[in-house]
């Protein structure tokens, strides 16, 4: 019997990045991410035109290269990087080539003209794009103990967990930059971070969006009032900016359920989803175990200049998925076309919806372009 079916106590990076990516892990699993949850790409297809719009604006900042590159991080079973190139206009589509950035075997069916990798190519010039994926990038968790000391929490593999050392190095510094949990005043501004408007909100209209209402860290002095919670996010950062690094040019976009440093959860969001429904987070491959994105600091790790962070609503908004209803006298001259219409407005309400999808943060990072999500 191995260590690990014995009990051991791990921290929450290792336990995670076993049950989710190991042999037999979770996304490993042959019915894909779309058996548990429902993401954005899943609700609707206009979040892939949507996307394809955005490819689009990056293909002419970038004076319309002969080869555009599309990369869809954590590519699940290449439903996102599918949907763009059926969305895109002919012309881009056949300089397009794209890229499903995936650890699950190819599905069999998936077009030709994906291209399935481990990782991104490097000297990428266009889009990355990476929806839903630095919430499954495993991480370290503190909790703040009866002295008002941030330990790590160590969990076995059926859950159970308990306090380890404590959080020192690099980690202790992330958490005094990002997520301090020993100030009374709360988590401290977001100088040096990128502006926009901050995700945030609360509800829960589907699985996979669950947004946890933020609040300010409480503490007790110069300790932390025990029990408060926070995820170390230095594997994220690192991650992001390896990711952003293979671009030579263009624009990288992570959409993620986040939370900045002026509003940082105080019990953190660690969670699990099995089945289409929230669980508790085991680290035993049974279930999906995911963590809200502090998407500030994810930027600053990429140290370029230029990032910027906006809700999903004002993303897509901008894209052109408003969620307006058609007008009603349309449901007596034509209606077949009121009846697409409003289905088509209740598919971009659910994508835009404050407290759930819409409330998403999008962490836009140009390489060497402008900004082009601009009205």
């Known amino acids: 019997m191995t260590a690990e079916a014995a009990g051991e106590w791990r921290g929450w990076r290792a336990a995670a990045e076993s049950a989710l990516y190991g042999p037999g892990g979770f996304y490993r699993r042959p019915e894909g991410p779309a058996g548990h949850f ?21 293909d002419e900042a ?71 994926w630095l919430d499954n990038v495993p991480v370290e968790v503190a909790e703040v103990d009866s002295a008002g000391v941030p330990r790590q929490v160590l969990v076995r593999r059926d859950g159970t967990e308990r306090l380890g050392e404590p959080v020192a190095g690099a980690e202790a510094e992330w958490l005094e930059r990002w997520w301090p949990l020993g100030r009374a005043e709360g988590a401290r501004g977001t100088e040096g971070a990128p502006g926009g408007d901050a995700p945030g909100g ?32 230095l594997p994220r950062d690192a991650a992001w900016a390896g990711a952003v690094a293979a671009l030579e040019r263009g624009l990288a976009v992570a959409v993620d359920y986040a939370h900045t440093a002026r509003e940082r959860p105080p019990f953190g969001t660690l969670t699990g989803f099995r089945d289409g429904r929230e669980t508790a987070p085991v680290p035993d491959g049974s279930c999906d175990i995911t963590a809200h994105v502090a998407l500030d600091a994810c930027a600053e790790a990429c140290a370029l200049p230029g990032a910027r962070l906006l809700s999903q609503r004002a993303a897509l ?24 219409a409003l289905a088509t407005a209740g598919e971009a309400a659910e994508l835009t919806a404050p407290g759930g999808l819409g409330d998403f943060g999008w962490l836009l990072q140009p390489v060497g372009i402008p900004d082009v999500l601009t009205d």
């Open 202 to 233: 609360e509800g829960a209209p589907t699985p996979r969006a669950r947004v946890v209402a933020p609040g300010p860290v409480a503490g007790g002095g110069a300790a932390g009032q025990a029990g408060l919670r926070a995820e170390i996010g």
């Open 38 to 58: 429902r993401t954005s790409v899943h609700a609707s297809s206009l979040f892939a035109g949507a996307v394809a719009r955005l490819l689009c604006r990056v």
């Open 62 to 132: 970038l004076g319309r290269p002969a080869s555009l590159g599309f990369v869809d991080m954590a590519a699940g079973r290449g439903e996102l990087v599918t949907g763009v190139l059926a969305a895109l206009p002919a012309e881009v589509a056949a300089r397009t080539r794209a890229y499903a950035v995936e650890i699950a075997d190819r599905p069999r069916a998936l077009d030709h003209r994906i291209e399935w990798l481990p990782e991104p190519p490097p000297g990428l010039t266009g889009l990355l794009f990476a929806n839903e």
């Open 317 to 340: 908004r901008t894209l052109g998925v408003t969620g307006a209803r058609p007008p009603l006298e349309l449901a007596s001259t034509h209606p077949a076309e009121y009846v697409r």
